[in-house]
């Protein structure tokens, strides 16, 4: 059973940073790729940006790219989101999740796992 859990979120100004962070187990880490996404209040859950069982290979929404990177370290059975210049549009909750293949995957129905999901609210 692959477990995952996010953690970082909050309340944070226009302008500011979070890091969240997503901690895996139950399945080898290495072995897959895998993503962040978000739902926003009334919308539906959305692409935020994905990363290659390696961390070579990124991808990023196009509402989120040069503020967000996306990191993950092996080792440690990790991933995290770095959000620079938080923009009240992000606020939403962020969930990260795991996908059985091995580079980028966009679509919310190839990933398999997923996690409990972290609050993050932006304020103007």
């Known amino acids: 059973q692959v477990q995952l859990v996010e953690s970082g979120g909050g309340l944070v100004q226009a302008g500011g940073s979070l890091r969240l962070s997503c901690a895996a187990s139950?399945?080898?880490?290495?072995?897959?790729?895998m993503g962040w996404f978000r739902r926003a209040p009334g919308k539906e859950r959305e692409f935020v940006a994905a990363?290659?069982?390696?961390?070579?290979?990124?991808n990023y929404a196009d509402s989120v790219k040069g503020r967000f990177t996306i990191s993950r370290d092996n080792a440690k059975n990790t991933m995290s989101l770095q959000m620079n210049n938080l923009k009240p549009e992000d606020t939403a909750v962020y969930y990260c999740?795991?996908?059985?293949?091995?580079?980028?995957?966009?679509?919310?129905?190839?990933?398999?796992?997923w996690g409990q999901g972290t609050q993050v609210t932006v304020s103007s």
């Open positions: 999740a795991t996908w059985p293949g091995i580079s980028l995957a966009v679509r919310a129905d190839e990933y398999d796992y």
């Open positions: 139950g399945r080898t880490f290495s072995n897959n790729g």
């Open positions: 990363i290659s069982r390696s961390g070579v290979m990124t």
